[in-house]
């Protein structure tokens, strides 16, 4: 059983094809999972661009909790 909700990030290029990343953010809970962000990126995304990304979406997630 999860309590709390498990937020997984994936940066990858959906084919070898595709000239594009994919970054998603995906929260994981018992009843399912749902997708709470993404953005395509035209080369792989930095670490920086990663927490940036991260840090907006789980703020977001907070707001909405809060009020």
Excluded: C
């Amino acid at each position: 059983m999860i309590e709390k909700p498990i937020y997984y990030m994936s940066a990858e290029r959906p084919t070898v094809e595709e000239n594009h990343f994919l970054l998603h953010i995906v929260s994981i809970t018992d009843d399912g999972a749902e997708l709470l962000a993404w953005k395509k990126f035209s080369v792989k995304p930095t670490k920086r661009q990663v927490r940036k990304l991260t840090k907006f979406v789980i703020n977001h997630i907070k707001q909405i909790q809060e009020g």
